[in-house]
């Protein structure tokens, strides 16, 4: 698989402070990567890095086009994107024309608009709410509202930054089933910053950084066994992780076992 | 301290074509001494609830009684401010209510706006900053340049200043990371047995709740469907999902085992006393 991001010698200043120094990292297309870190590490310095929002040194590429001014519209145009706060970016006076907005800024025709909102609108069983105000709702349907937008886009690439933090525990569940559903059949690449190490189970890759620096990267059955260090970070590990190294450490299992049907069915044989 | 819900409703914008019901029916004693919980998805009305404990919110139906305050519709409450300073309430996000240039200022604000009557206002503010785990070196700190954890603090501290009988979290977990919501549990732990303080949580951190909770109140359709002990509530498993509300995580894993292998491991609080439970039944 191609890398749909390259990350080369990133370096990145905050208030004089460096954020990130000679920083480097490759995403391979149709992964799903976990970015955590404790809070303050990073994470959503570097996915604004990526959507052009900050000046930096280095090269990043996205989608073989290199990060610069004259890219930048065709680049974006490739990334869905949900942040914490929501409202901030909300618009529009009705959930329907929230989500048609950004697809009028790309002059797509309106019979498509319709026909993708209807998509999105059902995938995320959102359609009761489509003539309310998206300020007038909760904290967890403004989430899902974002992520309509983000996902009518048809992106290559999805960008989570602490994206599901409000939504209740269920809907975090279901939305992670939709976004893995889109990851496997239109082999949509995510990257999911958040300091929630729970929906690392459900991705592929993890890369856990701090202070700028990548800390642990690879498969997650791999890099959530290195529990020290997630300790030592403040990060805890997710409950299926911690149960595995349990279990691994008594002889009852012999491998990370992140599922917990298979879990079941692995230690009752 | 008393706090019982009486057929209380809310409604808002009540008779104008933007009302909304979020509330009905709500007959409820919060347990004195105890942390609280109350349970819902997102938009069930849990915020509603607890905002009318307080007072920041009428009942639109019925009334609830705090202590020897009667909340209720068109009635007008004599010293509301003594009441906010009795029952405190840590907003969801509350760093995003700071405006002070220093944490001593922030703090310092509320007491002032309270008209609190202290002749040592920085003893009674280095004690509460004490209480939730910070120093004295906090005082003149800038409140937005502190982390998300530390903000939190300090938001807790503003309210014990006050010395409240009843405190409030609205979602206290919200946007924190791993090691700030453990230090945030051990803060509220402290408060209710060292300080005896009534608790009372909103959140839908299903596992917040299992850590913490003494009693819990299940939200559901405007409604409490369900309350009763930690133990109680979490062992209904049917009923919760029922309610589209999920489980902790080390009940949902026994309640697997017991669906699919027919083995019942009973309610765990604590993945050491699952795991010996599974060498049981394994081995």
Redesign the interface.
Known sequence: MNDLIIIKDLTFCYDKEYIFSRFNLNIKENSWVTLVG???SGKSTLIKILLGLYKFDGYISICQKILNTENLREIRSKIGVVF?NPDNCFVAETVMDEIAFSLENLEIPKKEIKKRIIEVANLLRITNILEKNPHA?????KQLVALASALALEPKILILD?AL???????K?RILEIIKQLHHEKKMTIVNAT?D?EEAVYGDDIIVIDKGKIVLKGPKELVLKEEKIFREL???LP??A??SL??QY?N?IDKMILD??E???V??K | MEIKFNQVGYCYNEQTPLQKEVLKDINIAIIEGKINGIFG???SGKTTLVEMINALLIPTVGHIKVDNYIIEKNKKIVNVNTLRCKVGIVFENPEDQFFNTTVKKEIEFGMKYFNYKTDKIEDRIIDALKMVGLDETFLERDPFSL???EKRKVAIASILTFNPKVIIFDEPT???????K?NLIRIIKMLKNKYNKTIIITT???DLLHQLADYIFVLHNKKVVMEGNKNDIFSRVDELKKY???VP??I??AN??YI??N?KMGYRDD??D??KD??R???
Not at chain 1, 165 to 171: F, G, H, R, S
Not at chain 2, 174 to 180: A, H, Q, R, V
């Open positions: 404790p809070n303050g914490e709702l909760s904290g967890g349907q602490e933090t409000k939504i209740d525990n269920q809907d569940m300091h190490i403040g990060l805890g409950f299926m911690s149960l349990k279990l008594y009852l917990m049907d879990l079941v069915n230690l009752w | 998805k997102s938009g982390s998300s954890g919200l946007g924190l990371d791993y090691n700030s453990v839908h951190d299903v589209d509300l999920p995580k080390i949902e894993f697997k085992v699919q292998k083995i993945i050491n699952l795991i599974i060498y039944y394994v081995k």
